[in-house]
């Protein structure tokens, strides 16, 4: 009684040092090459090409399933690839051949069909993601019809505000008052969203955010004291400027993240295997679900 | 069994409360552990839509494009490990090199400096950064040792380049063209004190030498040859490379003062301790490094269980239609 008693809970405490799986190649001890008592096996050779591959494969294997499940390959696509096709040979020349093999394709065929055409079909699914999550895409990137100016003296921009109260536009007092840093700045009409967060001052990418209705901001400063701003949010109505607002959408960074995390989600993505777990936990954790 | 409940009531209480802390403690360490998977003989990596995706379908989708290379990245670690075996001194060396390079690369990248060097030894096939450089290590004693064998090639060496080891003492002057008295004064003191013969010249240099860094090692500076030129003032080299070993220049100028340098050895076993005759020595032979690597793995009977494998590693080292790696100087190679 007292032997099984021990056996049970040696056995049991055994079990408490289980460890997280690793993923392992069948004959791993297979030998590629030897000499004398050493052999160079199949299990090594493995873990170095998954240590410079870094899990990169896998990513692009899961992304062209997904592709190839939601996306059909399309005449135009073809024939937008094989323009960019056309256009990179131009650029490149003599070295175009240099180029696709430092980028890891190793024809150009292999250019088009794995570079290229998935690029166009990223792009089809990311217009059919953003479609049918429109609501939710509203919320995280507010894009908005708007008019900006940037001014480098508080004046300037009290000025600003006070011709545009008595009915100037903004394009008129942008020609006289705004430094147009950047393009956004002339006071004409475009369209950002979420995805100009980089380049905008955080403060007007509040108002913008926070404008349930059109209208005009404040005089806003930023943390350097040195730049005034003054936006008038034209439309928040984005289907009524649809197509503009989803190629502002589609700049921002995060969406491919959230899109990609969204169709793993969708296909039931799950790993098995600790390290790629691990790294996914670190660069991409929406896209597990486990 | 009621019986022996009763008579041991107090041990059976107390195996119940320890029975129970063990299974919640397997359970506790297993609770967030990843649950593995087999398909098709072979470890599951992931599965998506259903299909999983095994090691080996990894495995051999990436040893179309890299799997030769791989292969021969560890044939090569493994015969590195024969020339030296790993030493705690050699870890501690590497480690301790490594947090030099960190630092140096701060400068350009920051915080990221030893991210990105950890990745560079990751895509070279390294587990990391420091193993990288305790291989450059082994490699290094390996080529060491080839050219050692191969005295043929010293001679042409030699002749080219005129290596040696040397050691040095400086009289430091502010401008001199126009010394001060008291470094007048220290010249002569120093001058004095060579030409009596009291001293050996690592005393001498411990004594009268301006150049800290080498004074405490008896004025060593170490390798010096016609490559030196990128690396020490033009007099010093010009004048270093004229005396035999055992011998010492006559003073000379250089914007820093006075010098006079004593050549230690010009012995191909001392050279080719220094790391900077390698590098002359890679320069004037480019593939001696592949020589080497071969030139072991002949030794060591390395077999290759597929035809397509040896002619990757072959043509990777460069072995010819004999077998061999030829050495030959860089200018000859490039004149072919």
Same mark, same amino acid.
């Given at each position: 009684?007292?032997?099984?008693?021990?056996?049970?809970?040696?056995?049991?405490?055994?079990?408490?040092?289980?460890?997280?799986?690793?993923?392992?190649?069948?004959?791993?001890?297979?030998?590629?090459?030897?000499?004398?008592?050493?052999?160079?096996?199949?299990?090594?050779?493995?873990?170095?090409?998954?240590?410079?591959?870094?899990?990169?494969?896998?990513?692009?294997?899961?992304?062209?399933?997904?592709?190839?499940?939601?996306?059909?390959?399309?005449?135009?696509?073809?024939?937008?690839?094989?323009?960019?096709?056309?256009?990179?040979?131009?650029?490149?020349?003599?070295?175009?051949?240099?180029?696709?093999?430092?980028?890891?394709?190793?024809?150009?065929?292999?250019?088009?069909?794995?570079?290229?055409?998935?690029?166009?079909?990223?792009?089809?699914?990311?217009?059919?993601?953003?479609?049918?999550?429109?609501?939710?895409?509203?919320?995280?990137?507010?894009?908005?019809?708007?008019?900006?100016?940037?001014?480098?003296?508080?004046?300037?921009?009290?000025?600003?505000?006070? @011709?545009?109260?008595?009915?100037?536009?903004?394009?008129?007092?942008?020609?006289?008052?705004?430094?147009?840093?950047?393009?956004?700045?002339?006071?004409?009409?475009?369209?950002?969203?979420?995805?100009?967060?980089?380049?905008?001052?955080?403060?007007?990418?509040?108002?913008?955010?926070?404008?349930?209705?059109?209208?005009?901001?404040?005089?806003?400063?930023?943390?350097?004291?040195?730049?005034?701003?003054?936006?008038?949010?034209?439309?928040?109505?984005?289907?009524?400027?649809?197509?503009?607002?989803?190629?502002?959408?589609?700049?921002?960074?995060?969406?491919?993240?959230?899109?990609?995390?969204?169709?793993?989600?969708?296909?039931?993505? @799950?790993?098995?295997?600790?390290?790629? @777990?691990?790294?996914? @936990?670190?660069?991409?954790?929406?896209?597990?679900?486990? | 069994?009621?019986?022996?409940?009763?008579?041991?009531?107090?041990?059976?209480?107390?195996?119940?409360?320890?029975?129970?802390?063990?299974?919640?403690?397997?359970?506790?360490?297993?609770?967030?552990?990843?649950?593995?998977?087999?398909?098709?003989?072979?470890?599951?990596?992931?599965?998506?839509?259903?299909?999983?995706?095994?090691?080996?379908?990894?495995?051999?989708?990436?040893?179309?494009?890299?799997?030769?290379?791989?292969?021969?990245?560890?044939?090569?670690?493994?015969?590195?490990?024969?020339?030296?075996?790993?030493?705690?001194?050699?870890?501690?060396?590497?480690?301790?090199?490594?947090?030099?390079?960190?630092?140096?690369?701060?400068?350009?990248?920051?915080?990221?400096?030893?991210?990105?060097?950890?990745?560079?030894?990751?895509?070279?096939?390294?587990?990391?950064?420091?193993?990288?450089?305790?291989?450059?290590?082994?490699?290094?004693?390996?080529?060491?040792?080839?050219?050692?064998?191969?005295?043929?090639?010293?001679?042409?060496?030699?002749?080219?380049?005129?290596?040696?080891?040397?050691?040095?003492?400086?009289?430091?002057?502010?401008?001199?063209?126009?010394?001060?008295?008291?470094?007048?004064?220290?010249?002569?003191?120093?001058?004095?004190?060579?030409?009596?013969?009291?001293?050996?010249?690592?005393?001498?240099?411990?004594?009268?030498?301006?150049?800290?860094?080498?004074?405490?090692?008896?004025?060593?500076?170490?390798?010096?040859?016609?490559?030196?030129?990128?690396?020490?003032?033009?007099?010093?080299?010009?004048?270093?490379?004229?005396?035999?070993?055992?011998?010492?220049?006559?003073?000379?100028?250089?914007?820093?003062?006075?010098?006079?340098?004593?050549?230690?050895?010009?012995?191909?076993?001392?050279?080719?301790?220094?790391?900077?005759?390698?590098?002359?020595?890679?320069?004037?032979?480019?593939?001696?490094?592949?020589?080497?690597?071969?030139?072991?793995?002949?030794?060591?009977?390395?077999?290759?269980?597929?035809?397509?494998?040896?002619?990757?590693?072959?043509?990777?080292?460069?072995?010819?239609?004999?077998?061999?790696?030829?050495?030959?100087?860089?200018?000859?190679?490039?004149?072919?």
């Amino acid at each position: 009684m007292k032997k099984y008693l021990i056996i049970l809970v040696l056995a049991l405490l055994a079990l408490g040092g289980c460890k997280d799986a690793t993923a392992k190649v069948s004959n791993a001890n297979e030998a590629l090459i030897t000499f004398g008592n050493t052999k160079i096996t199949k299990g090594e050779v493995y873990e170095v090409l998954n240590r410079q591959d870094g899990f990169s494969t896998v990513l692009s294997n899961v992304r062209f399933t997904i592709l190839d499940k939601e996306v059909e390959t399309t005449q135009e696509m073809e024939n937008s690839a094989k323009e960019k096709l056309e256009a990179d040979k131009e650029t490149y020349g003599e070295d175009f051949e240099s180029y696709i093999k430092y980028n890891g394709f190793l024809t150009e065929e292999d250019y088009l069909n794995k570079y290229l055409i998935p690029n166009e079909k990223t792009s089809a699914l990311t217009d059919a993601y953003i479609d049918g999550n429109w609501e939710n895409i509203l919320v995280s990137y507010y894009p908005a019809q708007v008019e900006m100016i940037e001014c480098d003296e508080k004046a300037k921009a009290t000025d600003a505000v006070t @011709r545009l109260n008595g009915g100037e536009s903004m394009e008129s007092i942008a020609n006289d008052l705004s430094t147009k840093s950047n393009d956004l700045y002339d006071g004409k009409v475009h369209v950002v969203s979420a995805a100009d967060s980089s380049t905008l001052n955080s403060y007007i990418m509040d108002f913008i955010k926070n404008s349930a209705e059109p209208g005009t901001s404040q005089v806003l400063e930023n943390s350097a004291g040195d730049k005034f701003y003054l936006v008038r949010v034209v439309s928040k109505d984005a289907l009524a400027f649809k197509q503009s607002a989803v190629e502002s959408i589609k700049k921002a960074s995060t969406l491919n993240n959230e899109m990609m995390a969204y169709y793993y989600k969708k296909y039931g993505f @799950r790993t098995y295997d600790v390290s790629l @777990r691990d790294y996914l @936990r670190s660069y991409y954790p929406t896209y597990l679900n486990q | 069994m009621k019986e022996f409940l009763k008579k041991n009531w107090f041990v059976a209480a107390v195996a119940v409360i320890f029975l129970g802390i063990t299974i919640f403690f397997v359970y506790d360490q297993n609770k967030d552990a990843l649950p593995g998977k087999t398909a098709r003989g072979s470890g599951v990596l992931y599965s998506f839509d259903g299909q999983d995706y095994t090691a080996d379908d990894y495995y051999d989708q990436l040893y179309v494009s890299g799997g030769e290379d791989a292969a021969f990245v560890v044939l090569q670690r493994k015969v590195l490990d024969t020339v030296a075996k790993t030493t705690d001194e050699m870890e501690n060396e590497a480690k301790a090199l490594a947090q030099q390079y960190i630092s140096y690369y701060a400068q350009y990248y920051g915080d990221y400096a030893e991210t990105y060097l950890e990745q560079q030894a990751e895509a070279l096939g390294y587990e990391n950064f420091t193993q990288y450089l305790l291989y450059s290590n082994k490699a290094e004693i390996l080529d060491r040792e080839y050219v050692k064998a191969h005295s043929e090639l010293w001679s042409a060496f030699a002749e080219k380049y005129n290596p040696r080891i040397v050691s040095h003492a400086l009289i430091q002057m502010e401008d001199v063209n126009n010394p001060t008295e008291e470094e007048l004064a220290k010249l002569e003191e120093a001058k004095k004190a060579w030409e009596s013969g009291e001293y050996t010249f690592a005393d001498f240099a411990k004594k009268y030498s301006d150049d800290a860094g080498s004074a405490v090692n008896g004025g060593k500076i170490g390798y010096l040859d016609t490559n030196s030129y990128n690396t020490y003032v033009k007099e010093f080299v010009d004048n270093g490379l004229k005396p035999a070993a055992g011998e010492t220049t006559e003073w000379f100028t250089s914007t820093y003062g006075y010098h006079i340098i004593m050549v230690d050895s010009v012995a191909s076993d001392d050279c080719l301790e220094e790391v900077a005759c390698l590098e002359s020595f890679f320069k004037m032979y480019e593939n001696i490094e592949k020589a080497a690597m071969w030139d072991k793995m002949t030794e060591l009977g390395v077999k290759f269980n597929s035809e397509e494998l040896e002619t990757s590693v072959k043509e990777a080292l460069g072995v010819n239609a004999d077998g061999k790696v030829e050495v030959k100087p860089a200018e000859e190679t490039e004149a072919e």
